[in-house]
């Protein structure tokens, strides 16, 4: 990996700048919080719930090692949903704590701060691998056809599918998802690769909801990504599947002092279809 400077940086006081102290602020203290939800989502399947502005949520793997796909919403308004590439441009291709997950035009805000990791420090494995990964999104049953000829109905995008219908959504309202404990790179052809999970039994992801949100989490039919899933090797990886746990706390009101909900963005949205006549020179 080269070092150039990245195209977006954060300066003081500006959007991508994220007051550290307050976030770890949010973690020091367990004792304060209260567990408002806590449900398993079993294996190749998928589950929707809602997480309050405010409160965190957590990924558990409650049994070893196993992939989750990540969606999010507003839970007032779908339109406004996790943006994986822009967040990629503005945080990192892999995230974990003080990044946040942006959502799309024409709001583009944060709309959660990861928290708590413990994964953090894996870095960069010998293979260029790294997890918690943007760079890819969903397994899906269309791909899965087109490589293999056959129908496979528990892909994370059919169980996100089905995980958010009863919120009224639709397959029209998945999206690019944030693989939690994947590890992924980009090989020395440019070309995505995907590792066996580095996550062990009790690991956990959290992150703290900047605006009302509405989550969906998929557990991977490939389960720790320990076997392949296409090619010449692939089998049916169900003996490395596991379930996963997800819980939501609510904060002491005190551990809140000074924070506030992210605005949209401020753009007026006129994208230049005024008649006014324009000075390029």
Avoid at 5 to 22: E, H, I, M, N, R
Avoid at 163 to 184: I, R, S
């Amino acid at each position: 990996m080269g070092n150039y400077p990245a195209a977006y940086q954060a300066t003081q006081g500006s959007a991508l700048s994220v007051d550290k102290a307050f976030y770890s602020r949010l973690i020091e203290r367990p004792e304060t919080r209260t567990l408002v939800d806590k449900f398993v989502v079993p294996i190749r399947s998928g589950k929707a719930w809602e997480v309050p502005a405010g409160h965190v949520c957590r990924i558990v793997t409650i049994e070893g090692p196993q992939v989750a796909d990540l969606n999010m919403w507003n839970r007032h308004d779908p339109r406004e949903r996790m943006w994986a590439s822009r967040t990629r441009q503005l945080q990192a291709a892999h995230v974990s704590v003080h990044d946040r997950l942006w959502s799309t035009l024409p709001f583009l805000r944060p709309m959660a701060t990861i928290t708590d990791d413990t994964l953090a420090d894996y870095g960069i494995d010998g293979d260029g691998g790294r997890v918690h990964d943007l760079l890819g999104t969903r397994c899906d049953p269309y791909v899965n056809h087109l490589l293999t000829g056959e129908d496979f109905h528990f892909h994370c995008h059919s169980n996100l599918t089905r995980a958010v219908a009863p919120y009224g959504l639709t397959e029209f309202d998945v999206h690019d998802v944030l693989n939690v404990f994947q590890c992924t790179g980009l090989n020395d052809d440019d070309q995505y690769f995907m590792k066996a999970c580095p996550a062990q039994k009790g690991d956990y992801f959290e992150y703290f909801a900047e605006i009302d949100l509405l989550c969906a989490l998929s557990t991977c039919p490939g389960g720790d990504l320990s076997v392949p899933l296409w090619g010449p090797d692939a089998r049916d990886p169900i003996d490395v599947c596991r379930p996963l746990g997800v819980e939501v706390y609510a904060l002491a009101p005190e551990l809140l002092e000074g924070w506030s909900q992210p605005e949209r963005a401020r753009y007026h949205g006129h994208h230049g279809m005024n008649p006014e006549l324009v000075q390029w020179r």
